[in-house]
């Protein structure tokens, strides 16, 4: 995925990657100090930033506004991020800096095409990418009472009828089949796999 | 019963359709926890100041949480978060009560894959499947709600307590993942509140943070019941130099400072470290502040960069070379280390002033351990401020050192002598452990005049004259040596003693030797141009040499009788105080009679010829 890394803390990079990673995710991806206008994104799929730069020099809501609009799934790391939460149909991630260094290489390497689909998902869980989203699926079901879709489809509210349909279109699963059981065989799969 | 439900619009809609319902007795009240990633404040932050909201209004029987908050990241698993909260802040006191966790989750994956999913198997956690409101309630009646009325002291000690800390599992946050920044924010909150700093820097963050609530849980400290024990009680100025200065021990020094009646001054650099492009300019920024400020103590934290937490040898560490310039420029700063590392072994080198470690989470477990910390602090600051006079020493010794090598009067024996300085400094340091060194140190300087005064370019001793030398002209003050009783032997002088010291004026020298008295009055005299040689205690000087430094065990040689003597030989070696005397007030030079009678009495009847 083409990446750029925006971190001016040069040395807190070096220290979560250590010497080899730091000069293997140099080759994979761009990485500068700050950047001086949104141009210089143009030519990336995926951008990640260090999130106190932004706060400090007041970029942050028009960094996010940039991404919103062009459609460019962000990531924001840093040291004080204690919980790791995917919002904006998961194209905005924010993460814990240790959490982004200790993930980005291998990200990389798995995904070393110019563009996929659902990155930050990806980025977070890898192979098991999916996960989250069965389990947000699952627990739409038990929210509206219901076994499988065709039962929720009558009472699902407005919001979650669109994150139901945007979770049902990343499965690529119609509404008949999507049911308790069947997200519970998915997962016992994924679980089997990994073992 | 009154119930609280936090969500994030993912649980069953009759559950928070209203922000307000009743259910057979039971009143339901809904609050949303839509954090908004969009924001610049961090999770923690949001959820604090939501719940400190919530937790504003009114008690609660029972709290019921879904698993997780977030909207597409269902294994965020936030709602363990939240109710981890709950169970460590005093403040919303609701730390007993029972909590729901509301969803299908799988309890196994959860324990699997959440560092709090342990917390399920604690003291009042229960999780439930539950969908309708009917469910709800039966299963909420079903608990055991009886309000656990308990202090939090008492909740701390608590055995279930114990069991909830040692199921949960709260990571340090990566910009407090290595030892020194989490050592760091923690033992400034810790010592700051200890001495009862009321709003410590960085509180929020502190009072925000999740993993500094479990600290402040698991390791709750010691009450301070005697703060003024704990404040600095000694004069003198210190210097904190510390990239951390201003993020809480800047406040935290300066609070330890108001303790002294004497009026200890404080002050910090710092601030601008994160910022300079090299050692070099940081080196350069604290040597400023040294000449201005003039500390006697310097607290100096050896890693000021980024750059130096990847320095493997520490004598290149910016603190180190910052040391390294202290003690060029004066050995008598004192300078204790100030650190957050756990490598203490790698400071020793730097360490003969002192070592004060910040109070590390892992040391946090014995109870008193802050007082211990800042009790050690105290005293390590408190002794060197009292060794401040050692900077004073230092200052005059550096002096002393530099007029002998301008003056090369020692000549070949100029390195020698400046090495016997440096011995003395080491002594005075030493007389801070045992009173007997300043007598060794007044010995060896005052050797170093004794010396002076013997050299043949200062004072040429014949065997019936004694001259001062001054360049190519000489004084001629003693003469006519005639042997007296007792080993004695009696000359004429130009200078004679009364009322304990010589004065100008011609009288009778006796004695087996020409003694230092003599000599360094004689100098005083005629070099310097000074009526007797009472003056710049002299005469104290030399009694003190014979008396209280020659006998050591038995007497204590002064600080201010070390400052007296090191005074006199700033004086003594500085050639811009020489004064010469006209040559007239010393004897005049041998006639050619008074050789021609000398020589008779040593070889007999002699015949000159002309």
């Not at chain 2, 050192?401 to 340091?429: P, W």
């Amino acid at each position: 995925m083409k990446t750029i890394i925006i971190d001016e803390r040069e040395i807190r990079k070096q220290q979560y990657l250590g010497v080899g990673d730091e000069e293997k995710l140099n080759t994979m991806c761009t990485i500068s100090k700050d950047f001086e206008s949104f141009q210089v994104f143009d030519e990336f799929s995926l951008l990640a930033i260090h999130q106190s730069l932004l706060i400090e020099t007041g970029r942050f809501s028009d960094v996010l506004g940039y991404a919103e609009v062009m459609k460019k799934p962000l990531i924001l790391f840093s040291g004080g991020i204690t919980q790791n939460i995917v919002s904006n149909s998961g194209k905005l991630l924010k993460i814990n800096a240790a959490d982004f260094y200790s993930k980005i290489t291998q990200f990389l390497m798995e995904y070393p095409e110019e563009q996929i689909d659902y990155p930050l998902l990806k980025f977070m869980y890898g192979k098991e990418w999916e996960k989250p989203l069965l389990l947000r699926y699952k627990s739409l079901l038990w929210k509206y009472g219901a076994k499988e879709t065709s039962q929720m489809v009558n009472m699902i509210e407005k919001n979650d009828r669109e994150l139901e349909y945007e979770i049902r279109e990343i499965l690529n699963q119609d509404s008949d089949t999507i049911s308790t059981d069947w997200i519970n065989n998915r997962l016992n799969e994924m679980k089997e796999a990994a073992l | 019963m009154n119930i609280l439900i936090l969500h994030n619009s993912n649980i069953p809609l009759e559950l928070f359709k209203y922000p307000k319902f009743q259910f057979k007795g039971n009143d339901y009240f809904s609050e949303t926890l839509d954090y908004n990633p969009r924001q610049e404040i961090d999770f923690d932050t949001f959820l604090c100041n939501k719940l400190n909201d919530i937790f504003g209004k009114m008690l609660y029987d029972v709290i019921i949480i879904p698993f997780s908050l977030g909207e597409e990241n269902y294994t965020d698993y936030s709602g363990l978060r939240v109710a981890t909260h709950i169970r460590l802040t005093k403040e919303w006191n609701h730390f007993t009560a029972p909590i729901v966790f509301l969803g299908n989750d799988d309890i196994q994956d959860i324990i699997c894959y959440s560092d709090l999913g342990g917390m399920l198997t604690t003291y009042r956690v229960y999780t439930s499947q539950a969908w309708t409101k009917e469910e709800i309630n039966n299963f909420v009646n079903s608990l055991n709600s009886t309000k656990y009325s308990v202090s939090y002291d008492d909740w701390l000690n608590d055995s279930r307590f114990k069991h909830f800390l040692s199921r949960t599992h709260v990571k340090a946050p990566a910009n407090y993942a290595t030892h020194h920044s989490a050592t760091n924010k923690w033992s400034i909150f810790r010592w700051s509140r200890y001495i009862g700093i009321e709003n410590v820097d960085g509180q929020d963050e502190i009072k925000n943070s999740l993993y500094f609530k479990y600290l402040k849980s698991k390791y709750p400290g010691a009450e301070n019941t005697d703060q003024e024990q704990l404040l600095i009680n000694e004069k003198g100025r210190i210097l904190l130099v510390d990239d951390e200065a201003e993020k809480g021990w800047h406040r935290f020094f300066k609070t330890m400072c108001k303790g002294s009646s004497y009026g200890a001054i404080f002050d910090s650099i710092g601030n601008g470290f994160k910022k300079a492009v090299s050692k070099e300019e940081i080196i350069s920024q604290v040597e400023k502040k040294i000449d201005n400020y003039k500390p006697d103590v310097v607290l100096l934290d050896l890693r000021l960069r980024d750059e130096d937490y990847f320095v493997n040898d520490p004598t290149e560490l910016t603190g180190a070379k910052i040391f390294d310039k202290i003690k060029e420029n004066n050995r008598g700063i004192q300078v204790v280390i100030f650190s957050a590392s756990n490598k203490i072994w790698n400071y020793l080198p730097f360490a003969s002033d002192g070592i004060i470690l910040k109070e590390s989470v892992e040391m946090s477990m014995k109870a008193d351990y802050t007082k211990e910390c800042i009790n050690n602090t105290r005293k390590i600051l408190e002794n060197c401020l009292k060794r401040r006079y050692l900077k004073d020493f230092y200052s005059k010794i550096k002096d002393i050192k530099q007029f002998i090598s301008d003056s090369n009067c020692f000549g070949d024996r100029t390195e020698e002598l400046v090495g016997r300085l440096e011995i003395a400094f080491d002594l005075l340091k030493m007389n801070c452990e045992k009173n007997e060194y300043n007598a060794y140190a007044y010995l060896q300087l005052f050797l170093i005049i004794e010396e002076y005064t013997k050299l043949p370019s200062v004072m040429d001793d014949t065997d019936t004259d004694l001259y001062l030398c001054k360049e190519s002209d000489r004084y001629r003050i003693l003469k006519d040596k005639k042997p007296g009783s007792g080993g004695n032997f009696i000359y004429q002088s130009a200078i004679y003693f009364d009322c304990g010291h010589y004065s100008l004026g011609q009288g009778k020298y006796i004695g087996r030797f020409i003694d230092t008295n003599f000599r360094v009055s004689t100098l005083l005299i005629f070099k310097f141009g000074e009526n007797t040689s009472g003056v710049h205690n002299w005469t104290n000087i030399n009694t003190i040499r014979s008396t209280k430094a020659a006998h050591p065990e038995s007497n204590v040689v002064t600080n201010d009788e070390i400052l007296q003597i090191l005074n006199f030989m700033n004086y003594f070696f500085d050639k811009n105080k020489v004064n010469w005397r006209p040559q007239k007030d010393a004897f005049p030079e041998r006639t050619d009679e008074e050789n021609a009678v000398l020589l008779q009495e040593k070889f007999g009847n002699v015949t000159f010829k002309k």
